[in-house]
């Protein structure tokens, strides 16, 4: 791996050779081997969306803090560009089409995360942690699928997307006379353990959200603070519609997107300022990344890729490469640059490593980057990625610096007017052919070089046929022969 002492900004990252800092201290674990672990998880943020990756107009000072502190990752993937299937990989270590799940669950659907899946939650407690799952879930949201029933010791937050409400564009009550979206929603129920305890209804109740999974988490950590914990934080926002409290609103130079940011930003804050006042941030992990990229026909209310290409729902750079920044005092070295390949498939056997936790008995796909957040020279754990979307379509596949695309239909923003102030603009379905990208030059993804090295594409087409033989591939018909089932009602 490559190190540098000083953060690199935006997109200045994605290629840049680093320099090691002198030196550089011996990172051990913990002689307990049982750190506490935060993984906070937001909800359609975009590679260009935080200070330290670009971003202007607002700041986001509390996770500029954690990167200057700790690891920031360049070339760090969601294991796929949408909700469900983003989320189910990261407390599986699988790839989604592994377990059966794609795309998004809808409200009162017959499937879910398979609760035979061993997630990080399970695995924990076996070394004694407790946990607790805050905000979005959107994993079935039929009790049969909850987090209660997949290890998790407590649940508050919603059960799918927080789009999925009978509520318009322009925040009024869908009526008969008044019906902006498409799909008919049933109320948006706020759970705790496993009951309703209100229901979301407007936009400032949808405001309200991000302090109260900041407040939820806060006494989380207090509570546990003499005993081991795993907190997943999946945060409802940046994901329309978006919404702010007071506090924030008009915060920011860049309207309503800009304000949700900085609270999020806020939140981690908070984090951050607990585990110090309880004494636990040298032996506490925190995780920040995103499930997927920016919904970018969603305009002014949708965020930045950063000069990626495309966005949420799509297996380009911008709908897959995400922000994500670690921190751990002594272990992780301060201010280093990640410019290796890492996907959020990888954290759940990470934490196995760490926690000196069992993995699961079924065959998984992540493998352990904590080489990577140690800061050790040419550590490079990660060979290969596999992009896949729809069902189960194998769209790309890359190899160190080289991705390979596939010819594929997929959804489009570019060259199409974006929506406004929460109304969406349209996308468009486009066809691209095979291309060759070299991700150190071109991560945007505009050169396609495959007539010059002819060799690597062969490469990389060996590369994707492993990945068809054992999960399979719609584009070719391949059925895969390690795939499991969700679960079923």
Known sequence: MELKSKILLGMAGLGAMSISPKNLPAQNLPTNSKPNVVLIFVDDMGYGDLSCYGATQYKTPNLDGMAANGARFTNFYAAQAVC???????????????????????????TGLNPDEEIIPELLKKRGYRSEAIGKWHLGDAQKFLP??????????????????????????????????????????????N???????????????????????????????????????????????????????????????????????????????????????????????????????????????????????????????????????????????????????????????????????KKIDGVNILPLMKGIPNANPRKFLYYYYQKNSLEAVREGSWKLVFPHQHRSYEG????????????????????????????????????????TVQELEKVAEQAREDLGDDLTGAPGKNRRPPGHL
């Open 84 to 110: 469900s299937a983003s989320r189910a990989a990261i407390l599986t270590g699988c790839y989604p089409n592994r377990i059966g799940i794609h795309g998004a669950f809808f409200p009162g659907s017959k």
């Open 148 to 193: 209660l029933q997949q290890g998790f010791d407590e649940f508050l937050g919603l059960p799918y997307s927080n789009d999925m409400w009978p509520v318009n564009y322009d925040g009024t009550p869908v009526t008969q006379e008044n019906h902006q979206r498409p799909g008919n929603y049933p109320p948006l129920p706020l759970i705790r353990g």
């Open 195 to 361: 009951k309703t305890i209100r229901e979301i209804r407007n936009l400032d109740d949808m405001g309200q959200l991000t302090t109260l999974y900041t407040e939820e988490a806060v006494k989380f950590i207090r509570k546990n603070k003499d005993h081991p914990f795993f907190l997943y934080l999946a945060h409802s926002m940046p994901h329309v519609p978006i919404a702010v409290s007071d506090k924030f609103k008009g915060k920011s130079k860049q309207g309503l997107y800009g304000d949700v940011v900085m609270e999020l930003d806020w939140s981690v804050g908070q984090i951050l300022k607990t585990l110090e006042e309880n004494n636990l941030s040298s032996n506490t992990l925190v995780i920040f990344t995103s499930d997927n990229g920016p919904w970018i026909n969603f305009g002014n209310h949708a965020g930045s890729t950063g000069a990626l290409r495309e966005g949420k729902g799509t297996s380009f750079e911008g709908g897959q490469r995400e922000p994500c920044i670690m921190k751990w005092p002594g272990v992780i070295p301060a201010g280093i640059v990640c410019n290796e390949m890492a996907c959020t498939i990888d954290i759940l056997p990470t934490l196995a490593q760490i926690t000196g936790s069992p993995l699961p008995e």
């Open 416 to 455: 199409v007017l974006p929506g406004k102030d929460g109304y969406p603009g349209k996308t468009v379905n486009r066809e691209t052919g095979l291309a060759l990208y070299d991700m150190r030059r071109d991560p945007g993804e505009r050169y396609d070089v495959q007539t010059l090295y002819p060799d």
